[in-house]
């Protein structure tokens, strides 16, 4: 099949090879334009318009699909499904009716739960025991769109959100093949999502980040496996700033933010605690829980306190 492809970040990068392997003319390649990253300020591609020059294909980066030049340069490529996965921007509606088999959204949660900006997050941070990849007809609406197929992931108790994206990108690749064959057979059913059943992801702030332990320990480390590893969870030990970058739940109890035991770390939190695995001090890399006890000057955890 004659397909556009339109990604922006590394969760759109196993759809885009799944696509090619599987023999589809990929005729151009839509991802957001390159920004500026680190100290000092790089100009960096993104990873899918990478992936798509390593494979030869051509790269269209518009600031906005919105003034018609987009539109005419479908035109001109003439493809036959549009296949959307993180692209970032808002596709009017001329383009979504433009090709033959429509445009098809591959979105990391199961409709109608989870629309927005930061679904496999917010699953891991409400405690969900399941999420999945959902490939949908665009609308104008915030996928909010016609559903056609799902697959349906368990998350691992500890599993961070870097690990489930990682999960979901390849099931996701899987499903979109799946997708692209039923559209060419004319055996793909559509099914309306229930508005009342939705709910919404949003985007993820740095103001996120600082951790509250006068919450459960499991609603702890909930927030902190969610926010791995951007914004990352952010606490303060006797008000120096470190990161939370790994933790177990532990049944312990104490007041809040009390350090309950050096070997293992582990901090009371409202009810029950958590055990720390791994840690990073500010401007320091990441560490063992163990490594890190190991160069604090005070070991006695009678005067360590997170906050």
């Not at 500026?36 to 294909?57: I, Q, S, Y």
Request: charged share 25%.
């Amino acid at each position: 099949m004659k397909i556009v492809f339109m990604g922006t970040p590394d969760f759109a990068v196993p759809c885009l090879k799944a696509l090619i392997d599987d023999g589809n003319e990929i005729v151009g390649v839509f991802s957001q334009p390159d920004k500026p990253k680190g100290r000092k300020l790089t100009l960096t591609p993104p990873p899918v318009k990478v992936a798509a020059l390593e494979n030869g294909l051509q790269v269209y980066q518009p600031t906005t699909l919105k003034d018609g030049k987009a539109l005419e340069t479908l035109k001109e490529l003439a493809p036959e499904m549009i296949v959307v996965a993180a692209y970032g921007k808002i596709l009017p509606k001329e383009i979504i009716d433009f090709p033959k088999y429509g445009c098809i959204n591959v979105h990391a949660s199961l409709l109608p739960e989870y629309r927005g900006a930061s679904p496999i997050q917010t699953a891991i941070i409400d405690g969900k025991a399941k999420t999945g990849v959902t490939a949908m007809y665009m609308d104008v609406g915030l996928d909010t769109g016609d559903m056609l197929m799902k697959t349906e992931i368990e998350i691992g108790e500890n599993e961070t959100a870097d690990e489930l994206h990682d999960r979901l990108a390849e099931a996701g690749a899987e499903l979109i093949v799946m997708v692209v064959h039923s559209a060419e057979k004319g055996t793909l059913v559509r099914e309306r999502q229930d508005d009342s059943k939705s709910s919404y992801a949003k985007m993820l702030t740095k103001d996120m980040s600082v951790i509250d332990f006068t919450q459960r320990a499991q609603d702890v480390h909930n927030r902190i496996r969610g926010l791995n590893s951007w914004p990352g969870a952010t606490a303060k030990i006797n008000g120096k700033r470190v990161k939370l970058h790994r933790t177990l739940v532990s049944k312990e109890n104490g007041e809040p933010g009390q350090v309950l035991s050096i070997s293992p770390l582990i901090v009371a939190c409202g009810v029950g605690s958590i055990e720390i695995i791994e840690i990073q001090p500010e401007g320091k890399r990441k560490m063992t829980a163990q490594e890190f006890i190991n160069g604090l000057h005070e070991a006695d955890p009678k005067n360590l306190r997170f906050s």
